[in-house]
């Protein structure tokens, strides 16, 4: 099954908000990383996080990782109708030499 | 700096025809490589790895094969295409390891008629 699964499948929010989704994994990890997809193209990496890191900023984005949970939020603040995409995540498994595995994806839309 | 080229962009073909993607990385050595398929709206789908030349590790048992004859250059092949095999095929690399961040090519898109 997949490791990591997000949630929600799906986001409709207004510019100006703020936009959080989370993603569960079942096994210990060495990191956790967060991607976005524009339609039709191709993924693009945002964050990594590691296994022994609470929080990591990157402008906009603000992504959390707790481990005795086994999840992770990525926050989206002041979202723009330019942030309209899909958000997966990956997880590297405890076993480092087990595969970065991707999630189901999180779509979301900004409106203007 | 690396980049990843995939063609063709979009590709149509008949059920029963055979099919090649091309996937080359330009400015790393020796890269972990990756072939994705991802259908409309859907999640990732490992479809083959290779961390080498020549070494090919498959994920899910299908009409799919993928070689990698150059460092840098992996090759998504199938003698007979069928309808299931429509979707939006991703190549992506990475470095050392198997866990570091991927980077992704543009995608092809393929529709089986």
């Known amino acids: 099954s997949q490791q990591g699964e997000e949630d929600p499948q799906a986001l409709s929010i207004q510019e100006g908000e703020n936009a959080t989704m989370n993603c569960s994994y079942k096994t210990s990890i060495n990191n956790l990383q967060w991607y976005r997809q524009n339609s039709g193209r191709g993924l693009v990496h945002l964050i990594l996080i590691r296994s022994n890191e609470r929080e990591k900023h990157s402008g906009r984005l603000r992504v959390t990782l707790d481990t005795s949970k086994k999840s992770s939020s990525l926050l989206i603040t002041a979202s723009r109708a330019a942030d309209t995409a899909s958000y997966f995540c990956?997880?590297?498994?405890?076993?480092?030499?087990?595969?970065?595995?991707f999630g189901g994806g999180t779509r979301l839309m900004v409106k203007p | 700096s690396q980049t990843i080229h995939q063609w063709p962009a979009t590709l149509v073909q008949p059920v029963g025809s055979p099919l090649s993607l091309e996937c080359t990385v330009e400015?790393?050595?020796?890269?972990?490589l990756y072939w994705y398929r991802q259908a409309a709206g859907r999640g990732l789908q490992l479809l083959f790895y290779s961390v080498g030349i020549g070494q090919i590790s498959s994920e899910v048992p299908q009409n799919l094969s993928a070689s990698r004859p150059q460092d840098r250059q992996f090759i998504l092949s199938s003698k007979k295409l069928l309808l299931s095999d429509s979707g939006f095929y991703l190549c992506a690399w990475s470095g050392d390891s198997l866990q570091e961040t991927q980077y992704f090519g543009p995608g092809t898109r393929l529709l089986v008629l």
């Open positions: 400015g790393t050595s020796n890269p972990n």
């Open positions: 990956a997880t590297a498994p405890g076993n480092a030499g087990n595969m970065l595995t």
